[in-house]
Every structure is written in C-alpha cells, then in structure tokens.
C-alpha cells in the first residue's frame, strides 16, 4: 500500500490535472459514473449485505444501520444526483470581478478549484457517491474515509467510480479511499499537499480533527435542530411540521431534536402533539413544565445539547419568542432551524436572530439538503461562517483566483504619474 504522503503527492497531481479539464471531459465522466454504479449494483449490493450482516453482529444502533444500507432506492437517488450534476453550469473559469485598474490593464476574478480535499464522513455510502460527483464536477481530487461499518460498501463503491473516471481520461488518482484511522491520523500530517480537510461528525470529532493538523478544516458537526411552535401558530400546521421534522426520517442531521413551545398555547397544543408522537414509539423527555402537562420523563440539561438521531426528542415550554431563539443559540448546533408561526413580526424576527445556517419559517426542518436546495448532491452542511455555511454543493468546494491582463505596465509608472488608477467595472468576463 502506498504511503500517505505518496497518496497525497499522487491526488496533487491529479488535481492539477482535473483543474485543466474542459466541462466535457468531467460531465463525460460523471455520465461513466452512472453507468458504472449501475452496471456493478449486484457487487455493490452484496458488499452492503455483508456490512449490515456485521452491523447486526455488532449490534449497531437501528439509525447507524439505516444510513448504513445501501439498496436500489440509495443507488437510484445517488445516479439522478449525478444526472442533475451534469445538467448543472460548470463552477469553473467564471467571471465574478472584471475591473479596469487603469488603462489597459483589466483584473478579473475567475473560480478555480480548491484542489486535494480530504473528507472523512460516517457510515453513510450514499455520501461516497455525492462526494465524489461533486469533487470531480468541480476539478477537485478527492481522499475518502468512510464509517468502519461501511468499509465493503464504500470500497465497492469507489473501484465502480475509479473504474468510470480512468475510462473517460480522468487521472487515475482523482479518487482514494482510506480504510483505517491510522491512515486518517497521518492524512492529517500532509499540510503541504492537502488543501482542505471536511470531517462530517460529532462536534468532538471535528475539534479532534482541528487541533490535530494544520490543514485548513470546513467541519460538518451535530445536527441539533429546533422547531420553535410560537402562540401566533396554525396548530394543525405546527403539528405536521413537528412531526415531519421529527419523523419523516430520526436518523439524519436535518430531523429535529428539540421542540420548543410557547407558553401560552402549551397547554392546548402539547397534549395532542405527545398522543400523536407517542403512536408512533417516540421517547420524550420534557422541562419541568412539560412534565406538569403530559406523561415524559424529565429532561436533563444534557438532553438540550444531544443529537439523538433516534425516535427521542426533548421538548421545552419558553415564556417569549426572545428565549426561544436564546435557547437556540446558546444549545442549537447552528444546523437548521424552524419558527411555526401567523405573526410576521415575530417570523422576521426569528429569521434574522437566530444564528444558523438554515432558518425556516412554516416548513419542515427536512427541507434542509444540498439536492433539495437544487445543488444536485451536497458534501455535507457546513455549521461555520467561513467560506461556506449550509449544504455544501459545488460552490463550496471552488475558490477563485485573480487573473491580471496587461500590456508592459509597471508601478514604477504608477509612482512617476505615467499611469492613474481609474477602477472602472467592466461588467465582462475574463478572456483568458
């Protein structure tokens, strides 16, 4: 096995190469992708068989076991992503600044490529396929570490998607998969030829990645999302969304886990919101207040900071809108999260207070995804500020570079007065 700086050094290139790539070549590849995943769905399938199998041995969690298994409806989801992917404008070579400096000599500011991302992700195989589509759309080279629970998916997966790339003309490198911690440990190390890590996790995981490497870190952590039902809330829609955002799918980062109620419709709504969760096996676990309304045990002050990914939500009674987004910002993840209100006043209030990468008004928390957003598939959804927040689709994973065209121009003639800046947009693209 090749070392993990030669694994680097290889990806580097590949890189390189891919940021050369016309819009052809790399939709051609994605379009060899499909095929290759569908062409190898037995292996693929019988890969996951055998995972879920040690799963069960393992007694993984239920919603470990549900991101884990990878069936014809995943590889169907998987393959439009990539159809849409391709159907999508290329990120690369476009145009976001052109100004004149001064006479003859133009600036532009034109998208590029990021270039080697290291992305180590839970035990979620559709995440390989979204992942990888979108690095290669984007001219990046890509090093995978999926979950140890998926390793004979993810393997499966990524030979069908190195097959389809090699066959298009792709360097051969524009894809590895990492198969132990060690290895993720000395990818770390490789600050001079990875450009950026993405760790998708708990937020233990992504400091645990921080404070070990230098290399720039995107972190994707906890999903700690929140519907807020204000007393200016439709009940009826406010019992949908909740159940929805609750229900629609436990185990993924986008369901809520927290459900915060005004104090003034409490009473009305939270008996019949518990009789409709409780039909469908949730655990709840309420403030002391909650507790004096309906049957739950006691919530600790743990369970307002706990990503559940399972049939368990915590429930809280706030006296004011102004709490309720304080709670929020104070234990929320900076996930996704929903107001469930008439009031407009308050609606504009939640949306611009609360500190998330998602505020919704009057819909599911599910919403919350890189293909819903009509970003074709997403890397993750970024909980930072900093360069990218949200779902992470192909804009995130481009940086730009600032193209110079001149004619001779030197600042010593800026400094004799021979040239005077004019700073005149341009309002076209870069011709070069």
Request: include cysteine; hydrophobic fraction near 40%.
């Given at each position: 096995?090749?070392?993990?700086?030669?694994?680097?050094?290889?990806?580097?290139?590949?890189?390189?190469?891919?940021?050369?790539?016309?819009?052809?070549?790399?939709?051609?590849?994605?379009?060899?992708?499909?095929?290759?995943?569908?062409?190898?769905?037995?292996?693929?399938?019988?890969?996951?068989?055998?995972?879920?199998?040690?799963?069960?041995?393992?007694?993984?969690?239920?919603?470990?076991?549900?991101?884990?298994?990878?069936?014809?409806?995943?590889?169907?989801?998987?393959?439009?992503?990539?159809?849409?992917?391709?159907?999508?404008?290329?990120?690369?070579?476009?145009t976001t600044l052109s100004r004149e400096l001064a006479n003859g000599l133009n600036l532009y500011r034109v998208t590029c490529p990021i270039g080697v991302i290291g992305v180590v992700f839970e035990s979620r195989p559709d995440a390989l396929v979204q992942i990888s589509g979108l690095a290669l759309k984007s001219g990046n080279a890509v090093i995978l570490k999926g979950g140890r629970e998926a390793l004979r998916t993810n393997t499966a997966?990524?030979?069908?998607?190195?097959?389809?790339?090699?066959?298009?003309?792709?360097?051969?490198?524009?894809?590895?998969?990492?198969?132990?911690?060690?290895?993720?440990?000395?990818?770390?190390?490789?600050?001079?030829?990875?450009?950026?890590?993405i760790p998708r996790g708990s937020n233990a995981f992504v400091r645990y990645i921080k404070e070990n490497s230098l290399i720039p870190v995107l972190g994707h952590a906890d999903g700690i999302c929140h519907v807020y039902v204000d007393e200016d809330a439709d009940t009826e829609m406010a019992m949908n969304i909740c159940m929805d955002s609750k229900m629609q799918n436990v185990s993924v980062c986008n369901a809520m886990e927290t459900l915060?109620?005004?104090?003034?419709?409490?009473?009305?709504?939270?008996?019949?919101?518990?009789?409709?969760?409780?039909?469908?096996?949730?655990?709840?676990?309420?403030?002391?207040?909650?507790?004096?309304?309906?049957?739950?045990?006691?919530?600790?002050?743990?369970?307002?900071?706990?990503?559940?990914?399972?049939?368990?939500?915590?429930?809280?009674?706030?006296?004011?809108?102004?709490?309720?987004?304080?709670?929020?910002?104070?234990?929320?993840?900076?996930?996704?999260?929903?107001?469930?209100?008439?009031?407009?006043?308050?609606?504009?209030?939640?949306?611009?207070?609360?500190?998330?990468?998602?505020?919704?008004?009057?819909?599911?928390?599910?919403?919350?995804?890189?293909?819903?957003?009509?970003?074709?598939?997403?890397?993750?959804?970024?909980?930072?500020?900093?360069?990218?927040?949200?779902?992470?689709?192909?804009?995130?994973?481009?940086?730009?570079?600032?193209?110079?065209?001149?004619?001779?121009?030197?600042?010593?003639?800026?400094?004799?007065?021979?040239?005077?800046?004019?700073?005149?947009?341009?309002?076209?693209?870069?011709?070069?």
């Amino acid at each position: 096995m090749h070392s993990l700086q030669q694994m680097a050094s290889d990806a580097r290139q590949a890189a390189l190469n891919l940021a050369v790539t016309d819009i052809e070549t790399r939709n051609a590849a994605l379009l060899r992708i499909t095929e290759s995943l569908y062409d190898h769905r037995e292996e693929i399938f019988m890969a996951n068989h055998l995972d879920l199998q040690q799963a069960e041995e393992e007694k993984l969690a239920a919603p470990m076991k549900l991101r884990l298994a990878f069936h014809d409806k995943k590889l169907s989801q998987v393959i439009r992503g990539i159809q849409e992917l391709i159907t999508m404008p290329d990120p690369l070579g476009m145009t976001t600044l052109s100004r004149e400096l001064a006479n003859g000599l133009n600036l532009y500011r034109v998208t590029c490529p990021i270039g080697v991302i290291g992305v180590v992700f839970e035990s979620r195989p559709d995440a390989l396929v979204q992942i990888s589509g979108l690095a290669l759309k984007s001219g990046n080279a890509v090093i995978l570490k999926g979950g140890r629970e998926a390793l004979r998916t993810n393997t499966a997966l990524c030979n069908a998607i190195h097959e389809a790339g090699v066959s298009a003309g792709i360097h051969p490198q524009f894809i590895q998969l990492l198969t132990s911690r060690e290895e993720v440990a000395d990818m770390l190390k490789q600050d001079s030829l990875i450009d950026l890590i993405i760790p998708r996790g708990s937020n233990a995981f992504v400091r645990y990645i921080k404070e070990n490497s230098l290399i720039p870190v995107l972190g994707h952590a906890d999903g700690i999302c929140h519907v807020y039902v204000d007393e200016d809330a439709d009940t009826e829609m406010a019992m949908n969304i909740c159940m929805d955002s609750k229900m629609q799918n436990v185990s993924v980062c986008n369901a809520m886990e927290t459900l915060l109620v005004h104090e003034r419709v409490a009473a009305q709504f939270l008996p019949e919101m518990a009789r409709r969760f409780n039909a469908r096996g949730v655990r709840l676990l309420g403030d002391h207040e909650t507790v004096q309304l309906i049957h739950c045990e006691e919530a600790t002050e743990k369970d307002w900071m706990t990503e559940y990914l399972d049939a368990t939500l915590s429930i809280r009674i706030v006296p004011s809108i102004e709490e309720a987004i304080r709670h929020i910002n104070h234990y929320g993840s900076h996930h996704t999260d929903c107001i469930v209100t008439e009031n407009q006043v308050h609606a504009a209030l939640f949306l611009q207070a609360v500190d998330s990468a998602g505020v919704y008004h009057n819909c599911s928390t599910r919403f919350a995804d890189g293909y819903v957003y009509g970003f074709g598939a997403e890397v993750g959804i970024a909980t930072g500020k900093i360069h990218a927040r949200g779902p992470m689709g192909m804009e995130g994973l481009t940086s730009y570079k600032y193209k110079l065209l001149g004619h001779g121009q030197t600042m010593d003639q800026v400094v004799r007065g021979q040239i005077t800046y004019t700073h005149r947009e341009l309002h076209d693209i870069c011709p070069e």
